[in-house]
């Protein structure tokens, strides 16, 4: 079973923000929350990453919760080409778990 | 910098058949990581090869197996096949030393099994 909880679709405007919420209320100390996404006929593609601050980079931004149970990855200006389903993961620094548990991640649309 | 190459990307098999998919990493990497992704759903973690070695593996049957090369590159072998194997196999590449680094994803190699 996948650790992390995710809704199945979310829709948004283009040009708009969109936030996409992961819950993982069974994360360890030792696990960090990676986000990928996969655009139509490819594989996935990382976006970022982060343990307990907020990150940021050239894609998105994921924001924390202090408890660490859940985050929302921020996709600042939406555009077409940002349709695709996103996976919110966790990997274990730790074990060196790169048995990574994909669950079904969110659709997202982004309407024109 | 060629990133995660696959091959073939699309090929169709029957039942019963032996099929042989292969996996180029990105240049530099040498931890090469192998799923299943049936349509509509995640994918699944199948196994991990590093320094030529199985070093995890998920819950998939002795009928998958694989291999890597001692350039890094892999395969991944599925004998007596099944119609429930048709998926698209994704391979993905790392760095073993950057244990938390991003994964690089190829395009896939989308089996059929009629």
């Known amino acids: 079973d996948a650790k992390t909880t995710q809704p199945n679709s979310m829709e948004s405007n283009e040009e708009e923000p969109v936030h996409l919420p992961c819950n993982h209320s069974t994360i360890s100390g030792t696990d960090y929350i990676h986000w990928y996404r996969q655009l139509p006929s490819q594989g996935p593609e990382y976006v970022i990453h982060?343990?307990?601050s907020n990150v940021n980079n050239r894609m998105a931004s994921l924001a924390i919760a202090e408890d660490r149970k859940s985050s929302t990855l921020i996709l600042h200006r939406a555009t077409l080409r940002d349709a695709a389903v996103y996976y919110c993961?966790?990997?274990?620094?730790?074990?060196?778990?790169?048995?990574?548990?994909f669950g079904k991640g969110t659709r997202l649309h982004i309407l024109p | 910098d060629a990133g995660v190459t696959q091959s073939p990307t699309h090929l169709i098999k029957t039942r019963g058949q032996q099929v042989t998919l292969r996996c180029s990493p990105k240049?530099?990497?040498?931890?090469v990581s192998w799923y299943q992704q049936a349509l509509g759903q995640g994918p699944q973690f199948i196994f991990q090869?590093?320094?030529?070695?199985?070093?995890q593996r998920g819950n998939f049957p002795d009928r998958f197996s694989g291999h890597q090369f001692p350039n890094y590159s892999s395969e991944l072998n599925v004998n007596a096949l099944l119609l429930g194997d048709s998926a698209l196999y994704l391979c993905?590449?790392?760095?073993?030393?950057?244990?938390?680094?991003?994964?690089?994803f190829g395009e896939g190699s989308r089996l059929t099994v009629l």
């Open positions: 090869y590093y320094e030529e070695e199985e070093r």
């Open positions: 993905a590449s790392s760095l073993d030393r950057l244990n938390t680094g991003e994964l690089f």
């Open positions: 982060g343990l307990t």
């Open positions: 993961i966790l990997r274990d620094v730790a074990e060196k778990d790169d048995k990574i548990i």
């Open positions: 240049s530099g990497h040498d931890t």
